[in-house]
């Protein structure tokens, strides 16, 4: 056999392999629940936790059963919050509470928050660290309080570099996850932070005062996570210290927790501007996205009725001139289309904190007059189209026309919309497809109708 036909077999073998979420779906079907468990337990954790993802609530439940509690806690800290609170609902308060002792002290009062108050005492009485967890429980999931991590290390600014090494030689902080450690004064309240690397490379008698940064970035309890995001991405921060107004550190938010609720509000974001709602993903049993889409749809089906109430009143002119229908849903459309870019871009813009009240006018103006350079280059096309198909200069100058003034007030209410939602303290995301939708399709019909009464009639 020649070495060329030998690689081909070898891959054709390892293609052959099944993954190892069909070797556990398989595994499961043949009720061998220990040999699913042992290749879940092989994985990493990150890779486990995309493995449970994939799974059934019911197979989730038995893999994790099946799995020390040391890797099972560290597996929680790598599922998406949803999927590990109805993880924690499914299993008893004792196994439940052996897992969370194990899992990052964010993440288990995440959990705990979405058990009933019932199930929430009966684990908390049954883990043996639930000193960990019960400081961030009054915290809301969405605040700097929610996501922080309770434990840090502290550093005396009076200690020299080899007192603060001494010390964090004998820090029970084992699996303290940052690099950057805090300094506080005689009052326990936080001066500065101090680099490790610059610590270790110090002269032992140099004083953690001298080697300090003085210029901290810090929040409250209170903030909400999209502003500790933004936060963090201003100043290129690898962790934030949480404090209370007396600048006592009460935790630290971490890079790698940012990471996750960037994701979460951008897909939470997407979600409500698309008019799913959180609950719309795509394993949602059947139940909970029909509850969230079906409404929306209902109003949707209501302004198709009020853009079709404007085609009505011009029913005596489509009459007249039937031409005109055939153009109506291509301006409609394109001014749909516009609008929703400039819908994103703008909710984005104020999700970021990029667009405040005193630019609104500024960026209405841009939007407004992006609508009429597009409308002209859109319109001109469209209108030559129909003098070409038609002969008819008079119908292009309508088609043409009525593009410019609906991408006009496509990027107008693009803008204004969430800047308005935004304005009364409400999610720029929810419902502004809906409302913006209705109004290019208004706008479209009547603006083409409108001319095709005054031009071609």
Excluded at 70 to 92: E, I, K, P, S, Y
Excluded at 125 to 145: C, F, I, K, N, Q
Excluded at 254 to 276: F, G
Excluded at 313 to 324: G, L, R, Y
Aim: hydrophobic share 50%; proline share 4%.
């Amino acid at each position: 056999m020649t070495s060329e036909g030998s690689t081909q077999e070898q891959e054709i073998e390892a293609l052959a392999v099944p993954s190892p979420l069909e070797q556990v779906k398989d595994l499961l079907e043949e009720e061998q629940g220990e040999e699913a468990a042992r290749i879940v337990g092989g994985l990493r954790e990150a890779d486990a936790a995309a493995l449970l993802a994939a799974l059934g609530k019911s197979a989730r439940v038995e893999i994790v059963r099946r799995t020390p509690a040391v890797f099972a806690g560290q597996v929680l800290n790598h599922l998406d919050r949803d999927d590990a609170v109805t993880l924690g609902r499914d299993m008893g308060a004792q196994e439940l509470a052996a897992i969370l002792d194990h899992a990052s002290p964010d993440v288990s009062a995440d959990v705990i928050h979405g058990l009933s108050k019932e199930a929430a005492y009966g684990v908390i009485a049954a883990m043996a660290h639930a000193e960990r967890v019960t400081p961030l429980l009054s915290y809301g999931d969405d605040t700097a309080g929610g996501l922080m991590v309770p434990e840090t290390v502290s550093l005396r600014e009076w200690m020299t570099a080899d007192e603060a090494l001494a010390a964090l030689r004998e820090s029970r902080q084992a699996e303290y996850r940052s690099r950057l450690l805090f300094v506080l004064d005689r009052g326990r309240l936080l001066v500065g932070i101090v680099d490790l690397w610059r610590l270790v490379q110090a002269p032992p008698r140099a004083v953690v005062r001298d080697l300090m940064d003085a210029d901290v970035v810090t929040v409250r309890a209170e903030t909400d996570q999209e502003e500790c995001a933004r936060v963090m991405a201003r100043y290129n921060l690898l962790q934030l210290p949480v404090v209370d107004a007396q600048r006592r550190v009460l935790g630290v938010i971490l890079a790698e927790d940012i990471i996750d609720v960037v994701q979460e509000e951008a897909t939470e974001d997407i979600l409500r501007l698309l008019r799913i709602g959180p609950m719309g993903r795509l394993l949602s049993p059947l139940r909970r996205p029909m509850l969230v889409r079906v409404p929306w749809l209902a109003i949707n089906l209501g302004t198709v009725f009020l853009a079709a109430s404007v085609i009505n009143i011009f029913e005596s002119t489509i009459a007249k001139a039937a031409v005109i229908a055939v153009f109506l849903p291509m301006v409609a459309s394109q001014g749909g289309v516009a609008g929703m870019q400039t819908l994103a871009l703008v909710t984005r813009g104020i999700t970021l904190g990029e667009v405040r009240r005193k630019e609104a006018r500024r960026v209405l103006l841009k939007e407004a007059g992006m609508g009429a350079v597009n409308g002209a280059v859109t319109g001109a096309l469209a209108g030559g189209a129909a003098l070409l198909w038609k002969d008819d200069w008079k119908l292009g100058l309508v088609v043409g026309v009525a593009m410019i003034l609906n991408l006009i007030t496509a990027g107008i209410f693009g803008a204004l919309i969430p800047i308005m939602l935004r304005a009364a303290r409400l999610d720029p995301a929810l419902g502004s497809a809906v409302v913006l939708t209705t109004v290019t399709d208004i706008a479209g019909f009547g603006i083409v109708l409108l001319l095709a009464s005054l031009y071609l009639v």
